[in-house]
């Protein structure tokens, strides 16, 4: 591709939106530009990268026995009526009504909708296993559409759902899933730490999603360095340091605590640990209050208690709705209910292990002392809800756990039968019996793996591409001076594009600095150079990789089999 027939607008300066490298770098190449908050163009130069991680993507789902679907974007209310999540989905699925009234979702996810394809088309067991996938645009409303295409309305998604005749088949299917994730973030040149994920609204209970390690990554991760316990800090749990049980219970007692409501100022006012206090926090799930009670020393983790409690919403609540159900102001909370206050509770585990505890009083500037659990009040519901952090111990093995941050680029997890049964799917098995198949899940955010690869290969001058996602595989400068030394330099273009080889030809009029400071930030993994000795007697041509330092002379007449011998061994890397 010449680049004076070409549109890569880059930038010179950083765009002030723009606060992750990705972002930025992205802008500034002339891959991407902003449509509107959360929605983007991609330009040809970003098209083609895109195309790249799209190729790579259906040639190992198809290696993997997957089989490419191409399913609707709007999609009938009808479908998500009858799995339940037209009301579960909430406000990040995008509705809209026909000019008739029908209502549809623009598809933030196609559960439903491959439930539904799988219904009409396969009768009997013979056809399973099967795993359909499709490549295609996925619309959510984001709270907060945010760093670029990591987090924006409208992405790109490859989506697979398979269905198998028992849990031993689906097993297989994810296995399978498990493996060729890997070699597709391979391929791609990232590298990717497979962590055990909440399920979140999808229901179901295996789940692994693949994290790119990174300081800009909105998740939070827990890793163990002795065992390798790899953990989505949403999902993870640990072992807990027990408190002694030996301590005499002591008899309930109030005491007067005006102004005195934060676990510090608690700790200060009765001189103990904050692990004795019971922080109990009032939220409401769908519409209802309840009460979630943690020892002092913790935080809540907040999809732990929505699962829990198998709720769509949950938020804080208000302050009037606190002193409606405690009967106190905020700080006072506690679960010794005054008389003719009814409400559910929620006990993390720990609770009941915690002796002489103490916790407001649910009355204005009192808390109790000599608190406990089982004696003084019924630990109705107890669940694991509290927020592993770094240093607390592995569950699996005890060690300190580690904390550090990652990208989700994919998402794997068996499903169940959520949909199959809410849907009604039924195959014919070897007898003849009637039986629902079992699901699996499995996404990759295309647009979001993008970024990441440049989050993860990059220097100040650029963007570092592998040569499996670069747009182009030689960045071919021209530093001619003369219609002659034109025609010289078109040569070695066309002797490249003749030879299969990706080339962006640089033939802009346009000083060298200004043609190598595009090149190194367009990242494109080979760059030659025609410049002097080339269009002197001596033919050669000076080659730069993007990730090295040094320059070597090619002679003119090697310089395709020096290319494609580095694109072959550059690929093959990513392939190992
Ligand atoms: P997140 O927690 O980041 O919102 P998710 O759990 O909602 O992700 P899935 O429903 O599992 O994501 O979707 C599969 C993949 O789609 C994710 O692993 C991610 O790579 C990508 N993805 C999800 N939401 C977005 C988005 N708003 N913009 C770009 N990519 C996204
Ligand atoms: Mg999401």
Redo the contacts with the bound molecule.
Sequence with gaps: MKMSRYLVPTLKEDPSDAVITSHRLMLRAGLIRKESA?MYIYLPLGLRVLQKIIAIIREEMNKSGALEFLMPELTSADLWKESGRWHSMGPEMIRIKDRNGIEYALA??HEEAFTNVIRMIVTSYKDLPVNAYQINT?F?D?IR?RFG?????E?I?K?AYSFDSDEDGLEGSYQIMRQTYRTIFKRCGLETIPVEADT?S?GGSNSE??MVASEVG??VLLLCEVCGYKSNQERATCQYQLSPTNEDEEALAIVDTPDVRTINELVQFFGCSAHTFLKSLIYVADGTPIMAVVPGDREINEVKLKNTLNAVDLELAPDAVVEEVTGAPVGFAGPILVKGKALRIIFDTQIKTIKNAITGANQRDKHYKGVNPGRDFVIGQEADIVLVVAGDRCPHCGNALIETRGI????IFKLGYKYTRAMNVKVLDKNGKAITPIMGCY???V???MAAVIEQHNDDRGIIWPMSVAPFQVHCISLAKNEKEEGAADTIYSMLVDAGIEVLYDDRTASPGFKFGDADLIGIPIRITLGKAFFGDSSSIEVKLRNKDEKIIIAKDMIVDYCKKQIVQMLQKLNA
């Design positions: 959360g933030p996810t996925k959510r984001e559409p295409v990591m987090r924006s309305k992405f998604m989506d979140g999808m999603e693949f909105e998740e989700e680029v994919g998402h996404g990759i955010g647009n979001r793996t």
